[in-house]
């Protein structure tokens, strides 16, 4: 069962480690197929090293496993949440990567200072309250998942020029159109966060980038109106 899926996920599972976003095993990516409304992710705390495509477990939209030997990720409720919530999404990325969680930890959202910033993910990266200890005993995985999409709902954020969140003193989500994708969103929010960090020891007190150079880098990426890179028409 949606064997050229597990492979993409397993594909992406492996992008972590190479990019030095996680530790031992902590983190996670999943991938869906909409149709059949499926989606496939890490088991829970097997080392990468050890993984294989056939390791990945198959969820469906309420969360039950439906294939595979291993426990799905603990975050399994988490990313079930947030496909049903945003969704346009394709992949999703859990990791506690140092730099962007350090601001996690801090509970701050990541001020847009640069172009970098601006290029991938349209103004803040939004960092959600912490779980209240009646959250944390019900249901802290699904919880953690309605938190990040009510906070967009409340700030008016779209999740595609968005595509990441903080989650208070514990870590970062990302997704995207895809696994891949949701991966390399991952590797963006950790060197933004790390640039963002090293900027405010430099120059405490720093604003953030202008409005309209923000929109230029994002918009010259992003949208109808979009000119970077090469066009279709070679």
């Known amino acids: 069962m949606l064997e050229k899926l597990k492979k993409e996920v397993y594909e992406a599972n492996m992008m972590l480690p190479k990019y030095g976003l996680v530790t031992f095993t902590w983190g996670n990516v999943s991938g869906i197929d909409r149709e059949q409304r499926l989606f496939v992710i890490k088991p829970s705390g097997v080392e990468y090293e050890k993984l294989t495509p056939e390791d990945m477990v198959v969820v469906d939209l309420d969360g039950n496993k439906v294939e595979g030997t291993l426990n799905p990720s603990s975050d399994t409720a988490t990313h079930t949440v947030l496909y049903n919530r945003f969704s346009g999404i394709g992949g999703i990325v859990h990791t506690h990567s140092s730099w962007a969680t350090s601001w996690a930890q801090a509970g701050r959202d ?32 699904e919880n953690t998942g309605i938190l990040i999409a009510d906070e967009f709902e409340k700030r008016k954020k779209d999740c ?16 995207g159109k895809d696994a891949h ?20 020891m430099i ?21 109808a109106n ?8 070679g």
């Open 181 to 200: 994708e949701a991966v390399h969103n991952a590797v963006v929010v950790e060197e933004v966060a790390k640039m963002a960090a090293r900027c405010e």
């Open 110 to 141: 990541i001020p847009c200072y640069g172009t970098t910033h601006a290029d991938y993910i349209y103004g803040e990266i939004p960092c959600v309250r912490n779980l209240t200890a009646e959250e944390i005993k019900e249901a802290y995985e």
């Open 203 to 223: 120059a405490p007190g720093v604003r953030p980038a202008p409005v309209e150079l923000q929109d230029k880098h994002y918009y010259r990426k992003h949208g």
């Open 160 to 175: 595609h020029a968005v595509p990441a969140a903080l989650c208070k003193n514990h870590g970062v989500f990302t997704w």
């Open 226 to 233: 979009a000119y970077y890179g090469q066009n279709s028409q």
